[in-house]
Every structure is written in structure tokens, then in C-alpha cells.
């Protein structure tokens, strides 16, 4: 065993870690202490190169301060520091709203995200059918995890899908939704294109033609619900006249808009403070991958696409469009749910859970925290600090799919 510090080792190919599920390759002696001395060599740089740069800070940070404040006497250098800073812009939360079927699945899903100083934002349309990483559960679509799990669990599925934070996620029925709806009255919305209801008996209904249709608010649930004729993005669209509607109602009708939940009253305050065209709407980018059982539409997250919108419709909450460190988290111990507590844990860490599972054993006493690579040494050192457990360990074997595994033990406390 070789020590890097007092959290971090290099763990040989048949100690410290599952070799079943982490597979690690031999390597010589030789090779590897050629590799830690480069190593060292290159940290010892970075450190002075670190020292370097915190010297020239400092040197134009009091530069700066004798500028701030030159010879004044009479200047209070604390005031002057207090009206020096930018005044703080108050965001609400983004509130995700779903619209929940009779099986407890999602069948819309609409993220209500406040602009800067409150004032507009925007609307993110997001396909239930979209495959993501269900925490504990595996790859499922994103609207079926709110029937896994309720709202804390789709709540959870989405935020490792976009990594954002999300204020609170709402499960409307359909009593639910007319009643949020019913204070504005009936709305005129444009249809784009015909809406059509199949029986039971396979007998095709029309409910809407393409054109101007007043929707009165029992009515939306099953304006919002119904299949579109092509496919379940074109149902979006009628999605987003709903919206545009509502919402310039709710901008002439201030009363109209619901007192309960708070969260959502301060979403909807913030969106309708502005005009029409500060508020954006936008559907999440996807690719098609065919139709899975029960007939829904299943999508695959465009991930490229997706960075890039994130970083424009969050900014305060994303890193632009860089990726985030993948991770795989196992359950060392048998324990029901542990993946999820640890997702939830490191919610907001900037990190994406890949894969879940079993470890190769239950009998982990400390969890591991396994890197592959030196510069993903940092994230895993993050994660361990927010989990409040384990130890960190280098893998000399890389895998592709991930950037980190966490093997959680039993010194892990949800």
C-alpha cells in the first residue's frame, strides 16, 4: 500500500476494494513508482505555481485597497466596503409541476424557473418519456419515477438529469389542477393541431380541431393529458399555448393567482411580473428512441443540448456547459434505499449519478470513495466531505463510464 495523505491511498488490485465490481488491472512496481515520482514532481509545481500566484494577489489586492481608500481620514473603511458590494439578486426556487395520471406516473412535467430579480424567467417543457437514471431503480423514464416514488423521488430523478436544484416538485391530479386553474376562468387557447382520444373501444374522438378553443379549467387536465397525432413533443407545443395563456390571464388578473403553495405563488408572482416576452419557454432537448411498453413515447436526453440550456436558464446554479463528474454509486451494505440517501446527499455537489447497484459484497464496514483519474482526485475528496464517511481510494484501472464509485459501508449515516 502506498500513502498519498491521510484520506487517499492507492489500493492494490486485491485490497480495499470490490474487485468485482471495479476492475483492477496488475501493474508493476516499476511503472507505478515511475508514475508516483512524476507525480510528485508535477505537485510539487502546482504548489509553487499556487504560492506564485496567491504573492501577486495579494500584491494588487492592497494595490487596490490604497486606490479604494487613499489618504481621506474621515472614510470609514467598512461602510465603504458594504456599499462597494452589488446588491444581492433575489431568485426564487424553480417549482416543478406534475401532472399526475390515475396510475401515479407523470404525464407533464413543467419547470417554472424565476428570472433575475424575480421578474419573468422562463418555462422548461420536459418529456415524461425521457430515460434517466432512476436512483436505486435503474434507467426508466423520467415522468414514471413520481408512481416509484412520489415527489421526493422525482424531485431527486430530475435534479440528476439537469443538475440544478429544485425548490419543491408538486404532484397535481386532476382536482388538483382545475382547482390551481379555476380562479382565472375559462381560457381562449389556440390549438395547433387537431387532439384526438381513443376509447376503449378503439373509437377515435376528436376533442379539439387545430384553431381557437375555449378551455374551461375542468377541461385542462384532459387538454393537457391527451395524446398529440404525430408525437408527444408536438403535444408540447400545445403545452406551451396552455401556458401563454394562463399566464397573460394571470399577468391582467393578479388575484387569480394561487395563494397555496407558496413556492408556486412565488414562481407565477415572478413570471407574470414582467412582460409577455420575458418569459421564455423551452423544451428539453431530446432524441427519439421509439416507443416502449404501455405505448410511451421514450426519448434519450441530448446531453450536449441539454449543458447548454441549463447553463442559460441557470446560471446561478451551473457551471456553464462543463460536464459533471459521473458517478456509480454501490450499495456495500444491503441496506433498502441507501443509493437514494446517498443521492440525496450529495444533491447539489454538481455531480451526476450513472449507475446504481449491489456491490459485490454487504459486509462494508467504510465506505470508499474510488477515483480513476488525478485530476478527479478533488471530486472524490468533495464527495467524501459532503457524505461525512470514507475513505478515499485511487483505482489504477479507469472505466469509462464513470469518473467516480462510491462503495457505501456502514460508517455512512443517512
Not at 482526485?377 to 466531505?385: C, G, H
Amino acid at each position: 500500500m502506498t500513502l498519498q495523505d491521510e484520506t487517499t491511498f492507492e489500493a492494490p488490485a486485491d485490497e480495499g476494494i470490490d474487485a468485482a465490481a471495479i476492475q483492477l488491472p496488475e501493474v508493476t512496481r516499476r511503472s507505478s513508482a515511475r508514475r508516483h515520482r512524476a507525480q510528485r514532481r508535477k505537485d510539487r509545481n502546482r504548489r509553487f505555481l499556487r504560492i506564485a500566484a496567491l504573492g501577486i494577489a495579494a500584491i494588487v489586492l492592497i494595490a487596490f485597497v490604497v486606490q479604494l481608500w487613499p489618504d481621506s481620514g474621515g472614510v470609514d473603511p467598512d461602510a465603504a466596503a458594504d456599499n462597494a458590494k452589488p446588491a444581492a439578486i433575489a431568485v426564487h426556487p424553480p417549482v416543478l409541476l406534475a401532472q399526475q395520471d390515475g396510475a401515479g406516473n407523470a404525464v407533464s412535467l413543467t419547470m417554472l424557473v424565476p428570472g433575475a430579480k424575480n421578474k419573468g424567467g422562463a418555462l422548461l417543457l420536459i418529456p415524461p418519456g425521457t430515460m434517466t437514471e432512476v436512483v436505486g431503480l435503474g434507467l426508466e423514464p423520467v415522468g414514471a419515477s413520481l408512481g416509484l416514488g412520489g415527489p421526493q423521488r422525482l424531485d431527486g430523478t430530475v435534479e440528476n438529469l439537469l443538475g440544478v436544484t429544485i425548490g419543491e416538485s408538486l404532484a397535481l391530479d386532476d382536482a388538483r389542477l382545475t382547482a390551481l386553474v379555476q380562479p382565472a376562468g375559462p381560457l381562449s387557447i389556440r390549438v395547433p393541431e387537431r387532439v384526438e382520444e381513443v376509447d376503449p373501444k378503439g373509437l377515435v374522438n376528436v376533442l379539439y380541431e387545430a384553431g381557437l378553443h375555449r378551455i374551461e379549467p375542468v377541461d385542462v387536465p384532459r387538454f393537457l393529458a391527451a395524446k398529440a397525432q404525430s408525437n408527444d413533443l408536438a403535444r408540447l407545443a400545445r403545452h406551451q399555448a396552455f401556458w401563454d395563456a394562463w399566464l397573460a390571464r394571470l399577468r391582467t388578473n393578479r388575484a387569480a393567482i394561487p395563494k397555496e403553495p407558496p413556492a408556486l405563488n412565488k414562481a407565477l408572482t415572478a413570471l407574470v411580473a414582467g412582460e409577455g416576452d420575458e418569459v421564455v419557454t423551452r423544451v428539453l432537448p431530446v432524441l427519439s428512441l421509439g416507443t416502449g411498453s404501455g405505448g410511451i413515447e421514450l426519448y434519450q436526453a441530448d446531453k450536449v443540448e441539454v449543458r447548454s440550456l441549463v447553463g442559460t436558464l441557470f446560471p446561478g446554479q451551473t457551471p456553464g456547459a462543463a460536464a459533471r463528474p459521473r458517478l456509480q454509486i454501490l450499495n456495500g451494505t444491503g441496506q433498502i434505499g441507501l443509493a437514494q440517501k446517498v443521492s440525496e446527499r450529495l444533491a447539489g455537489e454538481g455531480v451526476e449519478v450513472k449507475l446504481t447497484g449491489n456491490a459485490g459484497r454487504l459486509d462494508y464496514a467504510e465506505t470508499q470513495i474510488v477515483f480513476y483519474r488525478r485530476e478527479d482526485e478533488a471530486v472524490a475528496q468533495r464527495i467524501q466531505k459532503a457524505m461525512g464517511a470514507g475513505r478515499v481510494v485511487l483505482s489504477r484501472n479507469p472505466l469509462d463510464v464513470v469518473d467516480v464509485t462510491i462503495i457505501v459501508g456502514r460508517d455512512f449515516k443517512a
